[in-house]
């Protein structure tokens, strides 16, 4: 079945760092979506990407649509303590979100 | 404010018992989704409805059942036979089959 590789799984960083994180598939997808989850709640939309190679950021964050489809990634710049929580990647393959799979997840901690 | 709305946020089941998580959204959005998140795992799908009166399996249906006969409205019950019902349970929507999610705010079963 589809598979989607999120990594790292988790990231200890000093507050005003940078960070990465990327997600890489089995197969090529048509969506990528970021996502950021608080404990306890839901996940909230932080860009969307919808072509390949689209560059697209959000304040401090930007994310990638790979060239090859098969990967993206997310960068947080000049982080703060309100950045820590646990990031999604989400791609489709498909036309219907019934086609869309979630990596596990990079879980974020900043010191202040 | 338009959203998402799920309850309850907390649920304590015995087991054998059913129990219905309720699911609204004042989007008018046509796609409707369940999602179960287990500690240190990414999203997987139970069901969804692109459209009133019509749902879609998942990839982890089995114990659980679902309704779509308002467009507002996507109950999910979790049945006796879902083997391992303790989990966040995540509802979403999208405006179409193949738009961004947003989520609600989650429900926290818990089976004693």
């Known amino acids: 079945g589809q598979q989607l590789n999120q990594s790292p799984q988790s990231m200890f960083i000093q507050e005003g760092e940078d960070v990465s994180m990327n997600c890489t598939s089995s197969?090529?997808?048509?969506?990528w979506l970021w996502y950021k989850q608080d404990p306890g709640e839901g996940p909230v939309l932080l860009i969307a990407?919808?072509?390949?190679?689209e560059l697209t950021s959000n304040g401090r964050l930007t994310a990638q649509f790979g060239i090859t489809r098969k990967d993206s990634f997310l960068n947080i710049s000049a982080s703060i303590p309100s950045d820590v929580g646990i990031y999604f990647c989400?791609?489709?393959?498909?036309?219907?979100?019934?086609?869309?799979?979630f990596g596990k997840g990079t879980k974020l901690s900043v010191k202040p | 404010d338009g959203g998402i709305t799920q309850s309850p946020k907390y649920l304590f089941r015995k087991e054998g018992q059913n129990v219905t998580l309720s699911c609204e959204q004042n989007l008018n959005h046509d796609a409707m989704y369940w999602y179960r998140q287990d500690p240190g795992q990414g999203l997987r799908l139970i069901y969804y409805s692109q459209i009133v009166n019509d749902f879609q399996k998942g990839d982890i249906a089995e114990g659980y059942s679902v309704s779509r006969e308002k467009k507002e409205s996507f109950p999910l019950t979790v049945t006796s036979a879902q083997k391992n019902p303790t989990a966040f349970y995540l509802c979403?929507?999208?405006?179409?089959?193949?738009?961004?999610?947003?989520f609600g705010e989650g429900s926290r079963l818990t089976v004693l």
């Open positions: 990407l919808y072509k390949a190679g």
């Open positions: 989400a791609g489709n393959y498909g036309g219907s979100q019934g086609n869309l799979i």
């Open positions: 197969s090529i997808f048509n969506t």
């Open positions: 979403a929507s999208s405006i179409r089959a193949d738009g961004e999610l947003f």
